[in-house]
């Protein structure tokens, strides 16, 4: 080998290896600041901030309690929430669970549960039963894509409680829909599916919103592209409710998703404002018609803050939401003993 040609190949290797040290310093930086993400929004002051611009939040240091979380982290908490959706519009549309060979995990992922309770929806409006069965082959497809994207490290499926007289007369009695002894049974009627999709699909969006923030290049592509998926479905959700509720307002639709909104408005807690991430003392709405500045009947079909822009809830307060407690826990609700992976409590709600 010529001199040129040596000294050529030395400093390729060199740029070989700054590249590298680039790659990696990236990856632990956006590690870093998932951690701090993680609790960003969540405060204990009820008063709005004076400015929209968010403050940079400090990179966390690991210990015992406060570990480092990394993409798959946060993949397999994205998982954990497409197993529960997979799962009902399974059930709903064809009466049995998801596949089992889309159940299983690595042996250190977590205990692998069955998803129970649910059954087929004897739909009565053909549209519903047309958009549940295209969101049904969307969760399955998101799990799929998911558990092949996290590989060697993906959590196995929870334990799923989609039972009438489980999680969902529970959500149903904390909402105020049901009372006494009476049960919610999401598989009743078209409406009743409605509400119990409308429950679980503006919670998957703000959670993929809140998740996306923490992911680098692929990966963000990627779980933005999921999260343009929920708000469609939320948006179909929201919208069939609304036609239905104005159609029929015998029907209580829109009071119901109302009552179902301030639920989970109660259950996630509140803190301090930033319209800039879309954190909200009440980050949720329900689907109820408000006046425009003409004094004109509006729509709600998308909830926003006042910047035009979709709330955002990060992975504690959503699972104050799924397990259907206000406190610091680890499991209940639609998930009896908890969630798969790292990201598995939820916030003492103030």
């Given at each position: 080998?010529?001199?040129?040609?040596?000294?050529?190949?030395?400093?390729?290797?060199?740029?070989?290896?700054?590249?590298?040290?680039?790659?990696?310093?990236?990856?632990?930086?956006?590690?870093?600041?998932?951690?701090?993400?993680?609790?960003?929004?969540?405060?204990?002051?009820?008063?709005?901030?004076?400015?929209?611009?968010?403050?940079?939040?400090?990179?966390?240091?690991?210990?015992?309690?406060?570990?480092?979380?990394?993409?798959?982290?946060?993949?397999?908490?994205?998982?954990?929430?497409?197993?529960?959706?997979?799962?009902?519009y399974a059930f709903a549309t064809t009466g049995a669970a998801i596949a089992s060979?889309?159940?299983?995990?690595?042996?250190?992922?977590?205990?692998?549960?069955?998803?129970?309770?649910?059954?087929?929806?004897?739909?009565?409006?053909?549209?519903?039963?047309?958009?549940?069965?295209?969101?049904?082959?969307?969760?399955?497809?998101?799990?799929?894509?998911?558990?092949?994207?996290?590989?060697?490290?993906?959590?196995?499926?929870?334990?799923?409680?989609?039972?009438?007289?489980?999680?969902?007369?529970?959500?149903?009695?904390?909402?105020?829909?049901?009372?006494?002894?009476?049960?919610?049974?999401?598989?009743?009627?078209?409406?009743?599916?409605?509400?119990?999709?409308?429950?679980?699909?503006?919670?998957?969006?703000?959670?993929?919103?809140?998740?996306?923030?923490?992911?680098?290049?692929?990966?963000?592509?990627?779980?933005?592209?999921?999260?343009?998926?929920?708000?469609?479905?939320?948006?179909?959700?929201?919208?069939?409710?609304?036609?239905?509720?104005?159609?029929?307002?015998?029907?209580?639709?829109?009071?119901?998703?109302?009552?179902?909104?301030?639920?989970?408005?109660?259950?996630?807690?509140?803190?301090?404002?930033?319209?800039?991430?879309?954190?909200?003392?009440?980050?949720?709405?329900?689907?109820?018609?408000?006046?425009?500045?003409?004094?004109?009947?509006?729509?709600?079909?998308?909830?926003?803050?006042?910047?035009?822009?979709?709330?955002?809830?990060?992975?504690?307060?959503?699972?104050?939401?799924?397990?259907?407690?206000?406190?610091?826990?680890?499991?209940?609700?639609?998930?009896?003993?908890?969630?798969?992976?790292?990201?598995?409590?939820?916030?003492?709600?103030?």
């Open positions: 080998m010529g001199e040129s040609e040596l000294i050529g190949a030395l400093d390729a290797r060199v740029k070989r290896r700054e590249e590298r040290r680039a790659f990696f310093g990236q990856a632990l930086g956006a590690a870093a600041l998932g951690g701090a993400m993680l609790t960003a929004g969540r405060a204990g002051a009820q008063t709005a901030t004076p400015t929209p611009t968010p403050s940079p939040s400090p990179s966390p240091t690991a210990t015992s309690t406060t570990p480092i979380l990394g993409p798959s982290d946060y993949l397999n908490f994205a998982l954990n929430l497409e197993y529960l959706e997979a799962n009902f060979t889309l159940q299983g995990g690595v042996v250190t992922a977590g205990v692998q549960g069955a998803a129970t309770g649910g059954r087929a929806v004897n739909f009565t409006d053909p549209v519903v039963a047309q958009y549940a069965r295209e969101i049904a082959a969307d969760e399955l497809a998101h799990v799929t894509f998911l558990r092949s994207s996290i590989g060697a490290l993906t959590v196995a499926q929870p334990a799923i409680d989609l039972s009438p007289a489980g999680a969902f007369t529970t959500a149903a009695r904390a909402a105020g829909l049901v009372g006494g002894s009476a049960t919610f049974d999401p598989y009743s009627s078209d409406e009743n599916f409605l509400l119990a999709s409308f429950l679980f699909e503006d919670v998957g969006v703000t959670a993929y919103k809140s998740t996306t923030a923490l992911l680098t290049s692929t990966l963000r592509e990627a779980a933005q592209g999921i999260l343009a998926t929920e708000a469609y479905h939320a948006a179909m959700i929201r919208g069939t409710l609304y036609r239905k509720g104005i159609q029929t307002p015998s029907l209580g639709l829109i009071e119901a998703a109302q009552k179902i909104s301030d639920a989970r408005d109660t259950l996630d807690g509140s803190v301090t404002e930033n319209l800039t991430l879309g954190y909200a003392p009440d980050d949720d709405q329900g689907i109820t018609p408000t006046t425009n500045a003409a004094g004109e009947t509006v729509s709600n079909i998308v909830p926003l803050n006042s910047n035009g822009l979709a709330y955002s809830r990060t992975s504690d307060r959503v699972l104050n939401i799924l397990y259907l407690n206000r406190a610091a826990v680890t499991s209940g609700g639609f998930f009896p003993a908890g969630v798969n992976g790292a990201i598995k409590t939820s916030a003492a709600a103030t």
